[in-house]
């Protein structure tokens, strides 16, 4: 999560802001419907006798509603796209992991709790939507502070992924999206200034170094972040 927000395109994705949210949002509620409503229909075909609902149809579409385009976004690099459609997929992609967790988290809430109203859903969304964004913009700033006054690789790399995991492990506790506040924290404008300031008596290129502890982490994400509600590590 944080590598891929790191090296995105910030003026690209603002620019498609209203697209991307319109994705990783309503698209996210709409596949979650479509999903949830056959599933739960098939079941009631297959199964009558089975008990199955509606609410447990709706937190399995929760379950695979996201979208991991890690494929798509490494083709789309070698084909050399725009960089527009790029950002467009991979931008929806780092929010709607996001927006699919909260709603596994709520729907789940509701399949194993105490009844509630929509509204009372609606605001707890945005509650843990919006205080995810706001600790990953926290984060990103009182982490630009910092690395603006060091000159060391070592440790300006060293505070860069203390902010990755640290702001996903702080909002796990705060009991806030910590896929969203990760996501916010890499993408803070100030990830640019420390593209800039990571020092340059060094050759290996600033923006290499969030890419390897991604590597080991592709194939077992999509496998991982389905299993608990909480999701994985950055």
Same mark, same amino acid.
């Given at each position: ?16 802001? *209203?697209? @991307?949210?319109?994705?990783? *949002? ?5 596949? @979650? ?8 229909? $098939?079941?009631?075909?297959?199964? &009558?006798?089975?008990?199955? =609902? ?14 991991? &385009? ?7 690099? +070698?084909?050399?796209?725009?960089? /527009? ?25 509701? *399949?194993?709790?105490? %009844? ?16 995810? $964004? ?20 070592? @440790? +300006?790399? =060293?505070?860069?992924?203390? =902010?990755? !995991?640290?702001?996903? %492990? ?10 969203? $506040?990760?996501?916010?924290? $890499?993408? !803070? ?16 290129? #600033? ?5 390897? #502890? ?11 972040? /389905?299993?608990?509600?909480?999701? &994985?590590? #950055?």
């Amino acid at each position: 999560l944080f590598e891929a927000a790191f090296n995105m395109d910030g003026d690209v994705f603002i620019k498609n802001k *209203v697209a @991307i949210t319109a994705l990783a *949002v309503p698209g996210v509620v709409a596949a @979650i419907a479509i999903a949830g409503t056959g599933t739960a229909i $098939a079941v009631w075909q297959l199964s &009558p006798q089975a008990g199955f =609902t509606l609410q447990q149809g709706l937190v399995f579409g929760a379950l695979v509603a996201a979208t991991d &385009p890690i494929a798509v976004v490494a083709i789309f690099r +070698e084909l050399h796209v725009p960089p /527009r459609l790029e950002t467009l997929v991979e931008g929806e992609s780092l929010v709607n992991d996001g927006t699919s967790i909260v709603f596994f988290s709520l729907l789940l809430g509701v *399949v194993a709790g105490p %009844a509630t109203s929509t509204g009372q859903l609606v605001l707890q969304f945005l509650l843990v939507v919006g205080g995810g $964004a706001f600790l990953g913009f926290a984060a990103g700033h009182f982490a630009s502070m910092l690395i603006a006054r060091i000159d060391d690789a070592v @440790i +300006e790399i =060293t505070l860069t992924m203390i =902010t990755a !995991y640290g702001t996903f %492990a702080l909002a796990e506790q705060v009991g806030v999206s910590a896929v969203i $506040a990760t996501v916010v924290a $890499a993408m !803070y404008r100030c990830a640019r200034t420390w593209t800039l300031r990571l020092s340059r008596q060094h050759n290996a290129p #600033p923006t290499a170094f969030p890419h390897y #502890p991604a590597f080991p982490h592709h194939p077992v994400a999509p496998l991982t972040i /389905r299993s608990p509600v909480s999701g &994985p590590p #950055p």
